[in-house]
């Protein structure tokens, strides 16, 4: 229901509106009484009285349609939060007893209520709201298709359906992977990588392996992928560069150390943002590419800055006088960064070559750089 205030609020807007609008109406409708005396009684002032009233009431009704309607949406809003509250509250105890007791009636609440706890819950009280969603009948891959007649109604079902989690309802999303809209595909992709369990992801990979995508949203699909450890493989053998790209990024985000020998593999690619992505990969895995090191040494001699930096953070998980080497001279690199992963990788891997450099490297932003890296007791 609607606060005591909102009504307050309402009836002195419209009670303002009311007033200034027939004020305005009577101060302009005084200014024709010259014209009304010269043309004794003319239509033509009626007329322009008339529209002056009707002008007047329109602004009044408009403004109480707009009060109504906000009084009408905020009291629904409270409605369903409360129905939903209810359904929350209801189903959690229905988890920990007798589910049958928890069995919602089919209303938009308990969707909303359902479909909060599957996103809230994991581990084995994930896998009984799942059970429980899935008796309680609220997601039916029938009645979801049968609102597919409109794109929004179409978004909106497979917001539902990527909530909702239940394999069962791929046959849905699968006809809509190779839609010729943009949007409705990748809606359609996102919702089934979050639906896809570790059964039917291999199925998946395949029908996803012929479709395009940006690099952008390729690794938002991979990155609440259910299952991603087929999609990131298939991907990763793909001859779509943006296909390639987010897999290997998806490799070092959800640190999937399966493919840390396919990214190490890929430090020889002449595409610099791959290779950036590969080198990337391996330093948050923590994977140094043990006999791949001269690819490393070459990438952080290479013209892009962003391919130095990276190979710079992976050779902090080498060692050795080259890599030593290789570091010392980063720490002139015209780009800061490259400059402060440098300073880093030498704190972790020599650090006392790190206290020589803040003392007598010949460049006097790799000496700044290497006094800021040291341990407090050296720097002093």
């Not at 399966?258 to 020889?268: E, H, I, N, P, Q």
């Amino acid at each position: 229901m609607a606060r005591g205030t909102d009504w307050i609020f309402g009836g002195t807007v419209l009670a303002s509106v009311a007033l200034e609008s027939y004020a305005l109406a009577a101060l302009v409708a005084s200014s024709f009484a010259p014209m009304r005396a010269l043309v004794h009684g003319s239509p033509v002032a009626a007329a322009v009285v008339r529209g002056l009233n009707l002008t007047a009431l329109n602004a009044v009704a408009v403004t109480l349609i707009i009060l109504l309607l906000h009084v009408v949406t905020a009291a629904g809003r409270e409605r369903d939060g409360a129905d939903t509250g209810y359904w929350l509250e209801h189903l959690a105890e229905g988890l920990v007893g007798d589910p049958q007791a928890a069995r919602p009636r089919p209303t938009r609440a308990a969707l909303e209520a359902m479909l909060q706890l599957q996103d809230t819950l994991s581990g084995d009280a994930g896998e009984r709201a799942t059970e429980l969603l899935r008796r309680s009948g609220l997601v039916r891959a029938g009645a979801l298709s049968a609102r597919f007649r409109t794109r929004f109604s179409r978004l909106e079902a497979f917001e539902i359906l990527a909530r909702a989690r239940l394999p069962e309802t791929l046959p849905v999303i699968h006809p809509f992977l190779a839609d010729r809209d943009d949007m409705l595909r990748f809606a359609a992709a996102r919702a089934a990588a979050r639906v896809a369990d570790a059964a039917t992801a291999p199925d998946l990979a395949q029908r996803l392996a012929g479709t395009t995508f940006g690099s952008r949203a390729w690794l938002e699909i991979l990155l609440i992928a259910r299952a991603p450890l087929p999609l990131v493989r298939t991907l990763l053998a793909s001859r779509d560069p943006a296909a390639r790209w987010a897999a290997v990024e998806a490799v070092g985000r959800r640190y999937l150390l399966t493919f840390a020998g396919d990214v190490a593999g890929l430090l020889s690619e002449d595409d610099a943002e791959l290779l950036a992505a590969a080198l990337r990969a391996l330093a948050r895995l923590r994977y140094p590419p043990v006999g791949r090191e001269a690819l490393v040494l070459a990438a952080a001699r290479s013209e892009p800055d962003f391919v130095r930096l990276q190979a710079v953070r992976v050779l902090a998980l080498l060692g050795g006088e080259e890599v030593a080497a290789v570091l010392w001279d980063r720490l002139a690199d015209p780009s800061f960064y490259v400059r402060q992963a440098a300073a880093r990788a030498l704190e972790t891997t020599d650090a006392t070559l790190l206290l020589r450099a803040s003392q007598s490297h010949p460049d006097r932003y790799g000496r700044a750089m290497a006094r800021q890296a040291l341990p407090v007791a050296h720097a002093a």
